[in-house]
Structures are given as C-alpha cells and as structure tokens.
C-alpha cells in the first residue's frame, strides 16, 4: 500500500539509514525535511523521493513545509521526528541565549509546528508519528541540560497528542546508543560521564544505525 513518510534530518545518520530502508519499498514516498541531500539521495527518482531543504532552526519552518499539500494524497503518512541538536554541552551558567534558542528551535519548536501542521491538514490521513527520543528524556546528565529536558518536553507532548488524537498514533522511541556524528561529536565533549561513552565506542558496543532503523520501522509497522 502506498504511503508517505516524512523525515527531518534525512542526510545522514539515523534519519539517512530510516531513507536507505524506505528506499526500497517502491510504495513508499519519502520526503527529507533537511539542510542538505546525501551523495546517493542526490540520484533517487522523483516518484520516491522529495528533497525539501529545511533548516530547523529558523523561524520559516511553518512556511516552508506549505508544499506538503501537493506532495501527500489520502494515503497513510508516517512523521519521523529524528533531526536533533545535542550541543551544547555545558552547565547550564555557560549557556548562552543564542544557543538556548537555536536547541529550542531545532528540538521543539519545529517538532510542534510539523505536527501541528499534519494534524491540521491531513485530518483525514491514517497519521503515524515517530518521535526519536532518548534515554536522556528520563535521565539527568550533566551537562546535557538542553538535550535532555527537550527530549523529555516531546515525549510528553508526543502524550498529550495521543490522548487529544486517538484515531492516530504517536510514538515515542529510544534508539540506544548508535555510531552516528552524534556520538562523535559527544566524545569530543566535556562532560563528567565522557569516558564511559568513549568505551562505548572502543568496545564497539554503538549499534549501526542501519540496524537501528529497520528495527524501529518495523515497530511502527513500516518494515519491509
Ligand atoms: N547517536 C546516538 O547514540 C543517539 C542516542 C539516542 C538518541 N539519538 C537520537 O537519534 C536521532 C538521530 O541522531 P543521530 O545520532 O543520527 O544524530 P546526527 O548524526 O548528529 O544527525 C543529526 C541530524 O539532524 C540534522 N539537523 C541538525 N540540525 C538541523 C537543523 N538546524 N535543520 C535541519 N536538520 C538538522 C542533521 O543535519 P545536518 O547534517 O544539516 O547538520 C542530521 O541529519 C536524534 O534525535 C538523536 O537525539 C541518538
């Protein structure tokens, strides 16, 4: 059955592995809410894959995604919220007003404003939303002040939209730990629990973000 999956930060890391699987399903219509393509999203045909360069952090997010309209019909659509910022990380007296505004755009506000976008013009749509969380929504880590209460906001609003919206769903799920930019740009970080996340990485205990991705499509019904 056809569908549409629309996903934010698609170009690289867990957002690139969720296309590299979708990609081969040719039902599936995938559209990247991104700031740039990936070298091989740059040959994908047209029928399966749309390129809306986005950056999350400004204020235009509502604007820019107006093309949706002519892109989805009355098929099910799937919203992965996977685009995130971890930095910066500091104690909270190091945080500057700049940085607060720029997690808060890319983390909440334009999670808020796409899924209040889809509620609002696909009533009719089987909506399904992703929410990529983390362990940190639940965990207080130093240093991470930023990362954890905005992932802890989502998933709690991610709650609220599946009580107000039953008829669609809403997911919140934790990916683990993967070998992403991300943890890279974490292991060059300063934060007291740095060395056990460098272990992760000599351990070779990061998941792949390609298995990664299979597995979550597969529990919001989306694998092949
Ligand atoms: N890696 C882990 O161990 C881990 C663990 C738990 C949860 N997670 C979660 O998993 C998800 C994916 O993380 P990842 O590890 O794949 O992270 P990543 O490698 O850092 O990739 C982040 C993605 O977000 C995009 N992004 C950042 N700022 C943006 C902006 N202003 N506008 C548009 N896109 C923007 C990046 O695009 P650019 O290339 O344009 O920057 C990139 O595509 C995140 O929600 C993260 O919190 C990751």
Redesign the pocket.
């Known amino acids: 059955m056809k569908k549409t999956v629309v996903i934010?930060?698609?170009?690289?890391?867990?957002?690139?592995a969720f296309v590299d699987v979708l990609i081969k399903d040719q039902d599936c219509f995938i559209v990247s809410?991104?700031?740039?393509l990936s070298e091989e999203q740059k040959s994908y045909s047209s029928k399966q894959f749309y390129f809306l360069e986005?950056?999350?952090?400004k204020n235009n997010v509502e604007s820019r995604i107006t093309v949706l309209k002519d892109l989805i019909g009355d098929e099910p659509v799937y919203f992965i919220?996977?685009?995130?910022?971890?930095e910066p990380v500091v104690t909270i007296e190091h945080l500057d007003t700049e940085a607060i505004d720029k997690a808060i755009s890319?983390n909440i506000k334009s999670t808020m404003v796409i899924t209040n976008y889809f509620l609002r013009n696909f009533k009719t749509n089987l909506l399904t939303f992703v929410n990529?969380?983390?362990?940190?929504a639940n965990r207080a880590i130093c240093n991470w002040s930023l990362?954890c209460s905005s992932?802890a906001f989502i998933e709690m609003f991610f709650k609220v939209a599946q009580c107000e919206y039953p008829p669609h769903s809403f997911f919140n799920i934790?990916?683990?730990?993967?070998d992403?930019?991300?943890?890279k740009?974490l292991r060059d970080s300063h934060f007291p629990d740095v060395e056990n996340f460098k272990d992760l990485h000599k351990e070779g205990q990061?998941k792949a973000?390609i298995d990664v991705a299979a597995e979550i499509l597969k529990t919001v019904q989306l694998g092949t």
């Open positions: 934010t930060g698609a170009n690289r890391g867990l957002g690139k809410l991104s700031r740039s986005l950056d999350l952090s919220n996977n685009a995130n910022i971890i890319v990529i969380s983390s362990g940190a990362y992932k934790n990916p683990g730990v993967m992403t930019g991300m943890q740009s990061l973000p």
